[in-house]
């Protein structure tokens, strides 16, 4: 990463993330008898552990089963929080990536937090080091900083709020309306779009999501083309021309529930392709499509699957439970700061009585 004073914010040059994302190997599929006895061994470590899993919709469809059946959950990144948070078990298993571990560990340092694996990155985290971001802060004292759930322990504690993709919107349209000036972190597709929709003043950090920035607007303008009864349901952490595509733009979670709720027989989603294993089973009669990342311009290195949360298999699962090993660690001062941020977001979806999966857009910004 460069920065350039003169800019307003910091340049990013993220080809060495894009690298090392690609070069991530995944976790072993497993199939048949070995199959069987991982997923038994888990079931029976689960509950010796005292221990309750946590899975992102973008997991492996394995983990996605296991934390249904045995009690965990299945969800978006502020329904993780919330969800391990209540949960009465002295560990968590949380299978996704980092900083849905840490999220986890700040809000229970009482707790054990453990992962599959501790090196499942995500770009938007990557592409906002703690240093440089806070200089970026001391540079615009007179702006509220927000930042989104996809970033480190370190970058949440000089925040003054964090928010997930489900309830962004909300949140800075409350900031604009009392006048607040902000810093929007790091996702600049998801700020562009949620300064839109809100018409808040705000000054974006230029990261971006690796797997979403593949997705091509001309592309899925032919698809859309050839399936006139389709709609369109796009994550926001989609390019701009393909979020001005969509009929519908929100979080994991809220896609999901779009796909329940809207009349359509065929939906093109822009997200990673996890998330079919929820749909289909919240919508069995649909059928979905994948949205292209092919097509002029396309560089297809995630095909839509997000290499890091890949990284999540039965086995690292097993492991994890059975040594202990991967135990998620927050620095106690970092985690007492970054837990008032945090908790700014709780509590205003709690006020806000919103469902816990908030509210879609239907219908996407000029
Ligand atoms: P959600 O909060 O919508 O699940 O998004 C998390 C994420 O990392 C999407 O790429
Ligand atoms: Fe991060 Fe993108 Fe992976 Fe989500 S899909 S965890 S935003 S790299």
């Known amino acids: 990463m460069t920065q350039n004073n003169t800019q307003p914010f910091p340049r990013i040059d993220d080809t060495a993330i894009r690298e ?24 029976r470590l689960l509950k010796e552990q005292d221990a309750v899993l946590v899975a992102h919709y973008y997991t492996d469809d394995d983990l996605q089963m296991l934390a249904d059946e045995t ?11 919330r969800f391990g948070h209540a949960h009465p ?11 849905m571990g840490e999220t986890a560990k700040i809000l229970n340092p009482e ?10 990155e995500c770009s938007l985290d990557l592409s906002c080091p703690a240093d440089v971001f806070s200089q970026f802060c001391d540079a615009h004292p007179d702006r509220t900083v927000v930042v989104y759930a996809n970033t480190s322990a370190a970058v949440k504690a000089r925040a ?26 790091p996702d600049r597709y998801l700020g562009s779009y949620v300064q839109k929709v809100t018409g808040a003043d705000m000054l974006l950090w230029q990261g971006s999501c690796i ?16 399936h006139p009864e389709a709609a369109v349901l796009v994550h926001p952490e989609s390019p701009d021309d393909v979020i001005r595509l969509a009929d519908v733009v929100g979080s994991t979670t809220q896609i999901i529930q779009a796909a329940t709720e809207l009349d359509n027989p065929t939906f093109i989603v822009a997200t990673d392709n996890g998330i079919f294993y929820k749909m289909k089973q919240a919508a069995p009669d649909k059928l979905f499509l994948e949205a292209p990342t092919g097509g002029i311009g396309a560089s297809c290195g995630s095909c839509a699957h997000c290499p890091w949360m890949a990284m999540n298999g039965l086995e690292n699962l097993a492991h994890t439970l059975e040594t202990g090993d991967n135990e998620v660690q927050v620095d106690a001062e970092t985690g007492k700061q970054a837990l008032v941020s945090l908790n700014r977001m709780l509590r205003f979806a709690e006020a806000e009585k919103m469902a816990a999966t908030g509210e879609a857009n239907i219908a996407s910004p000029a």
């Open 20 to 43: 090392r994302a690609w070069k991530t190997p995944p976790a072993r599929h497993l199939e048949g008898e070995e199959r069987q006895q991982m997923l038994e061994k888990v079931r």
């Open 71 to 81: 009690g965990g959950c299945v969800s978006d990144s502020l329904e993780m929080a």
């Open 89 to 99: 078990a002295s560990t968590i298993v949380v299978a996704g990536v980092r900083f």
């Open 111 to 120: 707790k054990r937090v453990l992962m599959p694996s501790l090196e499942a």
């Open 160 to 185: 003054d709020w964090v928010v997930t993709s489900s309830i962004a919107t909300k949140v800075i349209k409350h900031l604009a309306a009392k006048g607040e000036k902000i810093l929007w972190a």
């Open 211 to 226: 797997v979403h920035d593949e997705f091509k607007a001309s592309a899925l303008a032919k698809l859309k083309q050839a």
